[in-house]
């Protein structure tokens, strides 16, 4: 009996045993298979993230550069599409204003007011900086539909975007291009939108432009001109000609006025309507505007120290903090008398950045530079900003003037800028004077000086130094539309070289 309870008591010990045993190696599977999950997830999640790292813009949630090459580019390849492409106007003076965390921020409600009005199905992507891309596939990317969809976005993001105690203000120039036009391939597709973004931002900025074939030959001799410019300022083409300035009250020569002239090898003269807006997009416009002025200064120094001498500058120059200093240091180094120089900013240069400006402005002064408002009535500029920036001058806008003896709009704007300079004790000068009449009549109005092709074309500083100061001074002849001491077939050859 005692040896049979004991085989029993050993047998079931053995089974406990081996049940025991058994639990713990299911237990043991369990938590080997749950590590496994988890590491298995793990490496899902790091690959989700590197994914997201590669193919997901920061800044503004949207999928990036690499997202569109690899995926977008790829799937479209065959199907219709349209190409939308976005930048920002005004973004860099708001990141730069208010910092990049604010910059970032304003991205992202970007972002979200583009996919919020459009196609879900469309693809947004960041491209960097404050450029975006959109790309519509299938019946999204009708004309008709792109079209309302574009103009949807610039209004959207035209409005105000509140971020924090901050009221940000940015707007759309929108380039837009269809695979129909680009024989179907997507990168021909992009870069067709990126042109008509540019003519959108040359039209204006805040619209959208459709790609045409004659925008890409614009570009590329917009290129050409480009290359051409840096090769002039090394080449040194480029030159002064003066513009006289007279003086209505005592009939006599006062000051000229410096305008850029380009003396192309194989154009010849080129005037600075072709040439200025490249140079200031592409960023040479100081080079070439100290260039000139070094040139005429230099000029000018053989001729009467009574002569003022007005130099136009640019907007772009006057966001540089340090044109002041760059302007003195060219006077101390030609030698020539801070009290002649005259410069000429226009309003838009004024509402640019205040702030920059009126600074600027003081310290020129203190130098003892005159300044002067040139084009005015053509900008926005306040009463108020007026009277906060020292002027000495204030220049009538010639389209103005040109009309304003046909116009009666014309004739009150010009006597309300008179009567404007009567009041602030500022002179006031007339540009565009063509006729005798019109020069009479701004004489009646209050206008102190005159410019014009009536009292002679721009002429360079050599043929200024010949015909002009050979004697005396130069006076307004009653029975010459020309200034006087200029020989006549020198005037035939001046009216040839063109306006």
Known sequence: MMDMGLKSALASGEAFEILALSFALIILAWRRVTELRARKEERLEARREQYRLSYVDEASGLYNRRYLKDFVLPSIANDPHAVLLLDLDGFKKINDLYGHALGDTLLREVATRMMDIGPSEASYIRLGGDEFVIFLAGNAASRD???????????????????????????????????????????????RADIAMYEAKRA???????????????????????????????????????????????????????????????????????????AEETGVISELSFRVMEIALKQALTWSNELTIAVNVSLIQFRDPLLPERIEALLNEIGFPPER?????????????????????????????????????????????????????????????????????????????????????????????????TQHLL????????????????????????SLFAQEPATIDPDDQYTPQIPMHERRSFARRGR
């Open 204 to 278: 204006g900025r805040n619209r959208h432009v459709w790609f045409d074939a004659s925008m890409e030959k614009d570009l590329l001799e917009r290129n050409q001109l480009e290359a051409d410019i840096r090769t002039g300022l090394e080449r040194g083409e480029f030159v002064p000609y003066f513009q006289p300035l007279m003086d209505l009250e005592t009939s006599r020569l006062k000051g000229l006025e410096v305008l850029a002239r380009w003396n192309h090898p194989e154009k010849g003269l080129v005037l600075p309507d072709q040439f200025i807006p490249v």
């Open 443 to 466: 004489a009646k109005l209050g206008c102190t000086d005159v410019q014009g092709w009536l009292y002679g074309q721009a002429m360079s500083g050599e043929d200024i130094g010949a």
């Open 145 to 191: 539909e792109v079209t309302r969809f574009a103009a949807r976005l610039v209004k959207a993001i035209d409005q105000p975007f509140e971020i924090g105690n901050v009221l940000a203000r940015v707007s759309a120039s929108i380039g837009i291009a269809a695979s129909w036009a680009a024989n179907g391939e997507p990168s021909g597709t992009l870069h």
């Open 341 to 437: 120089l005259e410069l000429e900013i226009t309003e838009s240069a004024i509402l640019d950045n205040k702030s920059l400006t009126l600074t600027s402005v003081h310290r020129l002064r203190d130098m003892g530079i005159r300044i002067s408002i040139d084009d005015f009535g053509t900008g926005y500029a306040s009463l108020s900003q007026l009277r906060e920036l020292p002027f000495d001058r204030i220049k009538i806008d010639r389209s103005f003037v040109s009309s304003l003896m046909h116009n009666k709009q014309s004739d009150a704007i010009v006597q309300a800028i008179t009567s404007l300079g009567r009041g602030m004790a500022l002179p006031i000068t007339a540009e565009g004077v063509e006729e005798e009449a």
